[in-house]
């Protein structure tokens, strides 16, 4: 931020709203334009879900499984500035199977020559960099089963977008819904009921979080899927 241009609050003070109104619009037209897989009106009920968290759950902590080139955390990071939150955004920036080379969402440009591996990191950097994120959200580089086997922290959202085969999106489950904590927030990405549409295990980790009585249905745009703790 220039020296000279007014800190947050002092924008709001000379124009309540007006200010924090065009921070989001900024902060939508950047997700919008990142790298990614999020249709627009998801990213938007995502962006919603995570202000609801943020304003329900004081000092909220956020975290995203899955971050690529941070497109979902523009969103959420947008909510977590808004409400005070921080989001630890979370991925180990080698892609998931399907993001590898001779694979349906493979991008060669974001194949590391040093390594021949890919690297979104540099990638969600700058994107996160780009849209003045920084206070508000966190890289957090590593395996998930391993961070998450780590952690202790309440969480008020957590949005499970990490591998989506069989094995990865149950180890995203087990290991980071126990942390969501009573009336906060879980969201899960790429939900597709007709196999037509996609692939089943984020489906069958929506079926059984509801099933299970832990979760109620708190809205659904396109594949996002939102749900509320109501019990253990
Ligand atoms: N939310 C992103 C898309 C995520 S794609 C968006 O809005 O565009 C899925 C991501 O999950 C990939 O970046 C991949 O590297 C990451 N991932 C897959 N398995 C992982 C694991 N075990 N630990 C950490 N990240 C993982
Ligand atoms: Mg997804």
Redesign the pocket.
């Known amino acids: 931020m220039h020296p000279d241009s007014p800190t947050p609050t002092e924008r709001s003070r000379t124009s309540p709203t007006a200010g924090a109104g065009d921070r989001r619009a900024r902060l939508v037209e950047l997700a919008r334009a ?5 249709p627009d009106d998801e ?1 938007e009920a995502l962006l919603a879900a995570a202000l609801r968290a943020g304003e329900a759950f004081p000092d909220a902590t956020f975290v ?10 523009v969103y959420l990071g947008a909510a977590a500035e808004a409400t005070g939150a921080v989001l630890f955004s ?7 199977e399907e ?1 590898q080379a001779g694979w349906e969402h493979h991008d060669p440009t974001l194949v590391d020559p040093a390594s021949g591996r ?1 690297d ?1 990191l540099p990638r969600w950097r700058r994107t996160v960099m780009g849209a003045d994120l920084e206070r508000s959200v966190v890289g957090l580089v ?4 391993v ?1 998450s086997s780590r952690w202790t922290t309440p969480l008020a959202l957590c ?1 499970i ?4 085969g069989e094995e ?1 999106a149950w ?2 489950f087990r290991g980071w819904s126990p942390h969501v904590a009573e009336g906060a927030w879980l969201a899960i ?1 790429d939900v597709f009921p007709d196999p037509a549409d996609g692939g089943r295990p984020p489906y069958d980790l929506w079926c059984h979080a509801l099933d299970s009585g832990a979760f109620v249905e708190d809205g659904e745009t396109g594949s996002l899927r939102i749900l509320r703790r109501v019990g253990r």
């Open positions: 990142a790298t990614g897989f999020m990213g995203e499984i899955g971050a690529w080139c941070g497109k979902s955390t979370l991925d180990h920036h080698h892609g998931s993001n890919i979104t590593g395996d998930s089963p961070v949005f977008d990490g591998g989506h990865p180890a995203d990405h």
